[in-house]
């Protein structure tokens, strides 16, 4: 059964680069890590998403080992406007469907 | 606008008496899924359906039925509301099944259970 771990929360300052590590050990062979945001009283939206090695878009970098047991997400030079609650998400494949695992995500909060 | 609409996005019921939160997407995804998130828990999947008839169970769905008739809509329905069913609810939809990239989520339902 896949699951994921990520620290609880997270504190910055303005234009420090910001990671976030997030673990899932029991991650399918051909299963995409991804990475979403959410502000309060918003949905989650997608920020970047991975297989292996490091994947950046213009947002965000994602680191992910070999293994592929843990991912980190790069938030380069963070603003005030980065405060927010990030999940890392995997699938689980484990009963013939597809569960997506979002966790419990990590918050976020830059000080200025 | 490619989006996800959920309505409505409060509501405030009593225990026991039926409800159902409705969900529809415009953009022709196969992947549809519902929500709810509470405090210190993330997001958990109650259910999810991978197509049209085709529907299963998430990590939390005692309590919720879905039905999946056409592929924009997916409603949620508690056929008996309990306190504990009290929640920030979202439903979600993806162009692909299988993959975890892509999710377009609705704007939420909080609803409160009393």
């Known amino acids: 059964l896949a699951k994921t771990t990520q620290p609880i929360s997270m504190d910055s300052y303005e234009g420090q680069e910001v990671n976030i590590t997030c673990s899932h050990n029991n991650i399918a062979t051909n299963d995409y890590i991804t990475w979403y945001q959410q502000f309060p009283s918003q949905g989650p939206r997608f920020i970047i998403q991975?297989?292996?090695t490091k994947v950046t878009n213009e947002v965000a970098s994602l680191f992910i080992p070999a293994d592929r047991k843990s991912s980190t997400l790069s938030l380069p030079r963070v603003s005030l406007s980065d405060t927010a609650v990030y999940y890392c998400l995997v699938g689980d494949r484990g009963t013939g469907g597809f569960k997506t695992i979002f966790g419990a995500g990590t918050r976020l909060f830059v000080k200025a | 606008e490619a989006q996800v609409t959920q309505n409505p996005r409060y509501l405030i019921t009593v225990t026991g008496k039926k409800l159902t939160v409705t969900c529809s997407q415009n953009m022709n995804h196969e992947y549809m899924s519902w929500y709810r998130q509470d405090p210190g828990l993330g997001l958990r999947q109650i259910y999810y359906?991978?197509?049209?008839?085709?529907?299963d169970k998430g990590d939390v769905p005692e309590g919720y039925k879905v039905s999946r008739k056409e592929k924009r809509n997916f409603p949620l329905i508690l056929e008996s509301p309990s306190p504990n069913q009290t929640s920030l609810y979202f439903c979600?939809?993806?162009?692909?099944?299988?993959?975890?990239?892509?999710?377009?989520f609705g704007s939420g339902t909080r609803l409160t259970v009393v």
């Open positions: 991975g297989y292996k």
């Open positions: 359906s991978m197509n049209v008839e085709v529907t």
């Open positions: 979600a939809s993806s162009l692909y099944t299988g993959r975890s990239d892509g999710y377009t």
